[in-house]
């Protein structure tokens, strides 16, 4: 019942402690971190999957003007389309028409761009933001630090869609608050990221050896505390932009992202067809799957990093 | 063929009849998943006589802890594979079902680990920890398991133990909470005790005194002790007979006096020369083992312990040493220091 | 342990406040001034002046902080520009719904959760821990009103075996004197009313426990697969103790443990979740209500609801991490040694969400 296992062989590189150490015993056994990590990946079905749909996602959104049958304003059934009958996937129209006539295919061709869009961009803002929270906090300590812990408590106290919900309200409803909302709800992430990072790596062996020799701290912590913070703000980035299209999705269902109806946006395109889920199914299940595809890429290539770059994690 | 020799104890009781332990040929070998397999233990063979106390000694990797893991049935069902015999009073262990070898455990055979802090389940109260262990073997109700656990705390040298009993391990120092897990290992008597380690992570004040519990426990109880640690010291004060591992194998047995005064392998030559001496001349260099135990050679190889040996030539490519007795003591070597001029000795 | 309460409790404090000037800066920062918001777009001048004098919108910030506080500690949350009831009415209305069905959610969630997590780990590295594993990763990657849609599709549109919108019936009259409609049922002795609530849950608990279910069960697992190994489960089992014994003392009470802080944590998702589920359901709580609103620039709603959401889920946290310091021992010990107040209930000891803990 116990899996117990003493390892008579000593493994590779013992992995524990600070990324600080955990870089400097990898690199005397030969292997950086990051190759070894590589390594773990190549060999990870799920982290390949992950890779592919990432890839997928991401081309479809960039070439979609050239993917794309027909321009998703266009309505090229519009004579076909009934309120009860809503075609759907045929050989003309490989997902169907929507309610207007419009082929759904290509709507959910372009959806992507929105989609990839919020996401980079709201991670990329709510990264940044996070993480320059994240660094004064550690690196100054004192009440710098407890100010900043208790907004991003404060922060955490409310769920994040009712927050994001809220910044809508105020900032109108557009593109831009959905993106500036997603963002806000990330910073504390980031920011308990850098802070812990920044923690562990005070009291490690180099960063009292740098600083003995005196280099003063703001070239510690640019120079040295943050490059080897990287890998767990890469993995946490991945996973968030994730979570970041499913927020942006779910905004948008709920009416949140303003702007021209016939833009087309998975989220919005979901919450459209209320009304035609009996008679025309196939427009909520293309898009949803979308998301879920999108998404999933995300979550199974950071889960992957992050399971290569900590090996006491697993997923 | 038997691995100890049995030379007059002044520890333990002298040996009547069939040893209680009897370890013939064990062989354990780990199989992962896309690596090669590790053969950690390999043709062991060793007696525990009743009330006797032996010490098996080795490096890291010698297979010390895996061998007493599987003489007391803790090896993972799953990726272990293990070979030979394991005789308790008569009763083969490996040829019994999980649930025999469960009722054996705890009872007849108690094994004490190596870290006291994480021996100890953080959220339950130390005295359940001991009286779940009367209850389940000797079957008591509460109140008399909480008697008898208290009783027990106190003998292994817990002051108050009725407040004790109440008390969470992180409450406890690190001696104490060895002791309540040895008090835990004896709970219920048990013929054959094995300690893996025992003071290892212990402050060294601390060390004498969980040592000096076990030399009385044992020599009062008469209960078998298997003491594994790397330390010479500890052996010296406490076992007598010794077997030396390494690399999964037996190398050396013999009983204490004979193994300090003249050791015949030259690992164990290399293990009590590398001890620092009070006595020694000062500047006078320190003498470790040449190399690491990684430097070993596969034992179908030859002599695993020839790449680091001084005495090494030819013969010790080719086929590994058989054991055989030389001068008394069980030894797998080619080479024994013994064979030299009487002069040369490796003190 | 009262001290360590009573800590905890003073902590909630400084987030309460928090959060009110939080949601007190909101409503002014809303398009078309805190009144009209307030108001509606339809406002007479009048009744906007009027407002303003009520609420002291002309008057400097810190008074009428003041006395937004008073008319908070009062209940007073305004009132709905679309139903003209106080806002706290409609809440206590619509509350209980919400959360018969996140109550029902979470039972689902837990009680499905730990069990998947824990067999799958007992069964590491087999096709079911792998498919578990998997099925997890899929669950946290499906939006909530996604799946909702495919419940709703597949059980109720093409299967019919549940109702696909509503809390209840519309055939069915009964007495709700609780206003947990399965509860009720039962209080007045109409079973019928009763299990008709309850397959109006089912699809909409379902949908909206699938990812508290898909974390529980990861985390659990993980917790499982950790405990496993530890040093303690290989001295219970050198103790020769009965299986039971070890799974339930020494491995579960252990890997338990994060698993309730991380199941406080899904209150909130739950909450937020039911915004969106009661949506696609069309259920007849906080949530459809919210949204509604929001389409609707009922501000007054929004301020009110989140407000009492969020105050809501620092309370919930709260109490689980008052429960942790109670079952874990060596965290009563170290808040009270240390002094120091430990930090907010995310920064529990084995709080796997982020990057490391706020104390």
């Known amino acids: 019942m116990s899996d117990r296992r003493p390892d008579p062989v000593p493994d590779d590189a013992a992995v524990t402690g600070p990324p600080g150490t955990v870089e400097h015993v990898a690199e005397e056994h030969g292997t950086s971190l990051g190759k070894q990590a590589l390594d773990r990946l190549r060999h990870d079905p799920l982290a390949l999957v992950g890779l592919l749909l990432i890839l997928g996602f991401v081309s479809v959104a960039v070439f979609a003007p050239w993917l794309a049958p027909y321009d998703p304003l266009d309505r090229p059934g519009q004579g076909v389309v009934t309120p009860t009958n809503i075609p759907g996937p045929s050989a003309e129209h490989w997902m169907g028409l929507d309610s207007l006539g419009r082929d759904e295919l290509s709507r959910v061709i372009f959806g992507a761009r929105q989609s990839l869009l919020v996401g980079v961009v709201s991670l990329l803002l709510g990264a940044s933001v996070g993480i320059a929270l994240g660094l004064l906090a550690g690196a100054f300590g004192g009440w710098v630090d407890a100010v900043v812990m208790r907004l991003t408590d404060m922060m955490l106290a409310v769920p994040g869609l009712l927050f994001a919900i809220g910044i809508a309200a105020v900032l109108g409803q557009s593109l831009l608050s959905v993106m500036v909302a997603i963002a806000v709800i990330n910073v504390p992430i980031f920011v308990r990221l850098l802070r812990g990072s920044m923690l562990a790596q005070r009291n490690a062996d180099y960063v009292v050896a740098v600083r003995s020799l005196g280099v003063r701290d703001r070239q510690v912590v640019l120079g040295h505390v943050l490059p080897n913070s990287l890998s767990p703000v890469i993995v946490q980035g991945t996973l968030t932009l994730a979570t970041a299209i499913i927020d942006a999705a779910a905004l948008s269902f709920l009416g949140l992202s303003g702007g021209d109806p016939g833009v087309p946006e998975w989220g919005r395109m979901l919450a459209e067809t209320q009304r035609f889920l009996a008679s025309a199914p196939h427009l909520a299940f293309f898009p949803g799957i979308a998301i879920v595809l999108a998404a999933l890429g995300f979550t199974l290539l950071g889960e992957s990093m992050r399971e290569a770059l900590d090996p006491k994690y697993r997923r | 063929m038997s691995g100890a020799t049995v030379l007059g104890g002044e520890i333990g009781r002298p040996s009547t009849g069939e040893p209680l332990l009897q370890v013939r040929d064990l062989g354990v070998r780990f199989t992962r998943r896309g690596r090669a397999p590790v053969q950690a233990v390999d043709g062991v063979s060793f007696d525990v006589a009743a009330g006797r106390s032996v010490g098996l000694v080795g490096e890291s990797g010698s297979g010390k802890s895996v061998t007493s893991l599987a003489v007391m049935g803790l090896l993972p069902p799953r990726g272990v594979e293990v070979t030979g015999s394991v005789r308790l009073d008569g009763t083969e262990l490996l040829e019994l079902d999980d649930a025999a070898r469960r009722d054996l455990r705890g009872a007849d055979m108690a094994m004490v680990f190596q870290d006291p802090m994480s021996s100890l389940n953080p959220v339950v109260q130390v005295g359940v920890q001991v009286t779940e262990v009367l209850r389940r073997h000797r079957g008591m109700g509460r109140a008399q398991a909480r008697d008898e656990a208290a009783d027990l705390l106190q003998r292994v040298g817990i002051p108050e133990p009725r407040r004790r009993l109440k008390d969470y391990p992180h409450q406890l120092s690190g001696g104490m909470r060895q002791r309540a897990l040895i008090a835990m290992s004896l709970a219920c008597e048990p013929r054959l005790l094995i300690a893996d380690e025992p003071t290892t992570a212990l402050d060294v004040t601390i060390q004498a005194q969980i040592l000096d519990l076990l030399r009385e426990l044992v020599v009062g109880t008469g209960t078998s002790l298997v003491l594994i640690t790397h330390d010479l010291g500890v052996v010296a004060g406490l076992c007598d007979d010794v077997h030396v591992m390494y690399s999964g194998r037996i190398v050396e047995s013999a009983g204490r006096r004979e193994l300090f005064a003249r050791p015949e392998h030259p690992y164990t030559g290399g293990l009590l020369a590398s001890v620092p001496r009070l006595d020694a001349p000062r500047g006078e260099p320190l003498r470790p083992i040449p190399g690491s135990p990684t430097l070993t050679r596969p034992w179908g190889t030859g002599c695993a312990f020839e790449p680091r040996c001084t005495r090494s030539d030819d013969a010790c490519v080719g086929d590994a040493p058989p054991l055989e007795t030389v001068r008394g003591h069980g030894v797998r070597c080619v080479h024994p220091l013994g064979a030299d001029t009487p002069a040369e000795e490796t003190r | ?359």
Request: no cysteine; hydrophobic share 55%.
């Open chain 3, 1 to 359: 342990m009262l001290r360590f309460i009573v800590r905890r409790l003073l902590l909630l404090v400084p987030i309460l406040l928090g959060l009110s000037v939080l949601l007190f800066l909101w409503v002014r920062a809303l398009p078309g001034g805190p009144a009209q918001a307030l108001l509606g777009e339809r406002a007479t001048p009048q009744a906007v002046a009027q407002l303003n004098q009520l609420y002291g919108f002309d008057r400097p910030v810190w008074e009428q902080y003041l006395r937004y506080m008073q008319r908070l500690l009062t209940g007073d949350l305004g009132v709905s520009t679309t139903t003209r009831q106080p806002v706290l009415d409609e809440l206590l209305r619509l509350f209980p719904a919400t959360i018969e069905l996140s109550v029902f959610a979470l039972v689902l969630a837990v009680g499905l959760g730990i069990p998947l997590g824990y067999v799958a780990a007992r069964r590491h590295l087999t096709w079911v821990d792998n498919s578990a594993v998997l099925a997890s990763l899929i669950g946290v990657s499906i939006p909530v009103f996604f799946l909702a849609y495919i419940f709703k599709y597949v059980f109720a549109v093409r299967l019919a075996w549940l109702p696909a919108t509503g809390r209840q019936d519309a055939r069915i009259f009964s007495e709700h004197p609780t206003g947990f409609y399965v509860l009720d049922g039962f209080l007045v002795g109409d079973t019928t009313a009763a299990l008709d609530a309850f397959a109006h849950l089912i699809l909409p608990a379902a949908a909206l426990a699938t990812i508290p279910l898909a974390i529980i069960a990861r985390i659990t697992r993980a917790s499982v697969l950790d405990v496993v190994n530890e040093d303690y489960v290989r001295t219970a089992e050198a103790k020769g103790l009965q299986r039971s014994t070890i799974r339930g003392r020494h491995v579960l009470k252990n890997a338990l443990l994060p698993v309730v802080t991380v199941t406080g944590l899904q209150v909130g998702l739950l909450l937020s979740g039911a915004v969106l589920t009661e949506t696609v359901f069309a259920f007849p709580g906080v949530g459809s209500f919210l949204v509604d609103s929001i389409s609707n620039r009922d501000y007054a709603v929004v301020q009110g609801f989140i407000l009492v959401i969020a105050v809501i889920i620092v309370v919930v946290n709260l109490l689980v991490d008052i429960a942790y310091g109670l079952i874990d021992p060596r965290v009563r010990a170290a808040t009270m040694a240390s002094g120091a107040p430990g930090g907010f209930v995310l920064d529990g000891p084995l709080d796997s969400k982020d990057g490391g803990p706020s104390e």
